[in-house]
C-alpha cells in the first residue's frame, strides 16, 4: 500500500475569520454544513485506515480545538497507531491542553504566525491573539515537540517575514512553513487585496533563504512554486515541495467527504459512504492530476520539482 499523508478538517467552526482564510466552505453557502460526531468519525476511519497506510494524519479546521470531542479523536487515532499533528492558530493553546495533547497522541505542532506586528496580524487574521499565539509557540517549545510555524506571504505582511523568522528563531522553531496566498475560500472575495507579484514572492524568497542560512533554520516552500517560473537553484537554503493532492495527499472534510486539496471544493464522495479506494480511483482524481497550471507542464523538465504546480493560484505576474 502506498504512504499517504492525509488532513482532517475536524470542524468548520473557527475563533479567527483571516482574510486569506482557503477554507472552502467560505465560498460556498452550499458546501454540506456541520461535523461528525466522534461516532461517526471512529467509524470512517476504521473504514479509511483499512485501505490505505497513512504517514501522518494532520488534524486542522476551521480551529480544531473547537472541535468538543478533539482529545478522544487523537486518543482513537493513537489507538490505531498513526502519528498525528495538529495544525492551530494557536491562540487556544494552554499550559493544560498542550500537555493533554501531547499526552494524548499528538507528535507535532504547526501554528501560524503570519506577522508579528500587532496591527497587520490584526489586519489579517481579524483577532488580537498575537500574545496569545507567542506564548502557545513557547509552551510547545518547552515541551520538545515538533513545531512548524507557517506564514503566508500577502501584499499586507510580506515586509514582516524577516521578523517572523528572527522570532522563529529566537523561540527554537524547527522548521518554517511559507507560503504564498492561494485565492481560495474568504481568500476570494479579498484577493486584489492581498494577490502578491512575482517580484515581492522573489524578494520574500531572498530574505527567507539568507535568514535560514544565518539561522540554520529549515524552511519550506509548501505551496509548490514552478521551476520554470522561479529558478530554485538560486535560493539554496529553502525546501521547494511539490504538489502531491489527489496523489500523494488527501482531504477528509468535516462531514466526511473527500476532496484532492485543501484548496479544492470538488467532493469526490462520503468516505461513510463509500471506500478511500472507490473515490480516489475516480476518473475526476485523474483529470485534476493532469489539469497543470500549464499546458506545457507534461513535457517540461522541471515537472518533477513541482508537480505542475498549485491548481489554485494564478499565473506569477
Avoid at 513545531?147 to 528572527?166: A, C, P, Q, Y
Amino acid at each position: 500500500m502506498t504512504k499517504q499523508y492525509l488532513i482532517y478538517e475536524v470542524t468548520p467552526r473557527c475563533n479567527y475569520n483571516c482574510l486569506y482564510c482557503y477554507n472552502v466552505w467560505k465560498a460556498d453557502d452550499k458546501y454540506p454544513p456541520g461535523e461528525l460526531a466522534i461516532k461517526e468519525i471512529k467509524h470512517l476511519f476504521n473504514k479509511v485506515l483499512v485501505d490505505i497506510h497513512l504517514e501522518w494524519i494532520i488534524l486542522s479546521g476551521g480551529e480544531p480545538l473547537l472541535h468538543k470531542n478533539i482529545n478522544e479523536i487523537i486518543k482513537f487515532l493513537k489507538e490505531k497507531n498513526q502519528r498525528i499533528g495538529i495544525a492551530t492558530n494557536g491562540s487556544l493553546l494552554k499550559i493544560d491542553n498542550v500537555h493533554k495533547l501531547i499526552e494524548d497522541g499528538i507528535g507535532y505542532f504547526e501554528i501560524s504566525l503570519n506577522s508579528t506586528n500587532v496591527d497587520n496580524y490584526k489586519r489579517l487574521c481579524r483577532s488580537d491573539s498575537l500574545k496569545k499565539v507567542k506564548n502557545a509557540i513557547l509552551l510547545v517549545k518547552k515541551k520538545k515537540i515538533p513545531l512548524t510555524v507557517s506564514f503566508t506571504v500577502t501584499r499586507i505582511n510580506l515586509n514582516d517575514i524577516e521578523k517572523v523568522i528572527d522570532l522563529c528563531y529566537a523561540f527554537s522553531v524547527d522548521t518554517i512553513a511559507l507560503n504564498r496566498f492561494v485565492p481560495g475560500g474568504e481568500g476570494i472575495e479579498n484577493k486584489e487585496e492581498l494577490t502578491i507579484s512575482k517580484k515581492d514572492l522573489e524578494s520574500v524568497l531572498k530574505i527567507a533563504n539568507e535568514k535560514s542560512s544565518k539561522h540554520k533554520i529549515p524552511i519550506n516552500i509548501t505551496i509548490p512554486i514552478e521551476d520554470c517560473e522561479i529558478k530554485h537553484a538560486q535560493y539554496p537554503r529553502l525546501n521547494f515541495g511539490t504538489c502531491g493532492c489527489g496523489e500523494s495527499k488527501w482531504v477528509i472534510d468535516p462531514v466526511g467527504n473527500l476532496r484532492t486539496c485543501e484548496q479544492n471544493p470538488e467532493i469526490l464522495g462520503n468516505l461513510l459512504e463509500k471506500s478511500f479506494t472507490e473515490l480516489s480511483q475516480m476518473k475526476s482524481v485523474k483529470d485534476f492530476r493532469n489539469n497543470n497550471i500549464n499546458e506545457k507542464c507534461h513535457d517540461c523538465g522541471y515537472i518533477k520539482n513541482c508537480g505542475g504546480g498549485c491548481r489554485f493560484v494564478d499565473k506569477l505576474a
